[in-house]
C-alpha cells in the first residue's frame, strides 16, 4: 500500500509536479484566452480551465507520465479551475463532473503504484468579480468540486493559487468535512508582503494551519528567489509542514507576480527562469526543511528532474 501523504513528508521532502495548464497551453491543447479579453485580471472568462481531461487525454496522460518520469512521487489531477463556477465561464459547466472525474482517472492510470493523486482545487474568482460579499457563492462551487474529486478517489487535496484567505479558510473547511487531507498554498499578487485581503505571509500561514491545512505554504506567480523569503516567514510562524511550488517566470520588485507582467500570456518565454534554479531551489528547500516542493506555471518535466537533483532524490 502507498505511504499517506502525511508519512510521505515525514520521511523528507516530497518532490511534487509541475504546472500543467501552461505547458499544455504551450503544446497547443489548453485556450490562454489571449487575443479574445485582457487576461490575467481575474475577470476573464474563458482562459486556462482543464476541458483538455475530456477534450485531449492524450496529451494530459502523456504530461503525467513525463513528470512521473522526471521523479514526481505525487501527480495532481488537472482539476485547477475545474468548479461548476469557472467551467461555466468558460463553456464547460455541464461537464464539469465529467471533466473533474476524467482528470482523476486519467492521474490513476498513470500514477499506478508509483505516486500518489492528488486534487487540486482552487479559487472561484467569484471574490475577485464580486467582492467577499461572493464567498458564500464561493463555499457552495467549492464544496462541490470537493465532493466530485472524493467521488473520484484522490488521496489527498491540494488547494493552491488562492489570492484571499477568507476564501482558502472556507476551503478548508469544505476540506475537512470531506475528511480529506489538504495541503494550502496561497499565491500573493500584487504583493509579497500580504495576500489579496490584507493578511501577511505568517499570517495566512497561521491562519491555514489553524483551519487544518496538512501543510502550507505559496504556490504560483514568484520565481523560487522571490519567492523564499515568504516562505521563510511562513516557517516562523507554524509547526506544520512548509510546502512550496514557485513559478518559473522572472518577476521584478515593481512586479511581484508573473501574471502582471507584460509578457503575461504570449511572450512568456523572454521571462523563463532557467531550470538550473530549481537545482538550487531543492538544495535550499531540502537544507530548510520545505516538505512537499514542487512546481507551478513554467514548470514542465525537466524543471522537476533539476528539483529532484537539488532534493538528491535518486531515481
Ligand atoms: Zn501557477
Known sequence: MKPAIHDLMKAGPVLGDGGYLIELERRGYVD???GREKVGTGKGSGQFTPEVAIENPDALRELHREFLRAGSQVLQALTFFGTRE??????????????????VKLAREVAGDAALVAGSVSRTQLVEREGSGALDKARHHIAEQIRMLKDAGVDFLILETFFHLAEMKLALQCAAESGLPAIATMSFRPLTTQCADGHSPAECAKGMAEHGAIAVGANCEQEPERMLPL????????????????AAFRTTPECNSFTRMPQFPDEMETIQVSRKAFTAFGRIAKA??????????????AYIRALAQGLEHSK
Do not use: F
Not at 530548510?288 to 518535466?301: D, K, L, Q
Open 86 to 103: 469557472k467551467l461555466s465561464r468558460a463553456g464547460y459547466g455541464a461537464q464539469t463532473e465529467k471533466i473533474n472525474h476524467a482528470a
Open 288 to 301: 530548510e526543511g520545505i516538505r512537499y516542493v514542487g512546481g507551478c506555471c513554467g514548470c514542465n518535466p
Open 231 to 246: 516562505l521563510r516567514q511562513m516557517r516562523e510562524a507554524v509547526k506544520v509542514p512548509i510546502a512550496a511550488q514557485p
Open 32 to 34: 490562454s484566452g489571449s
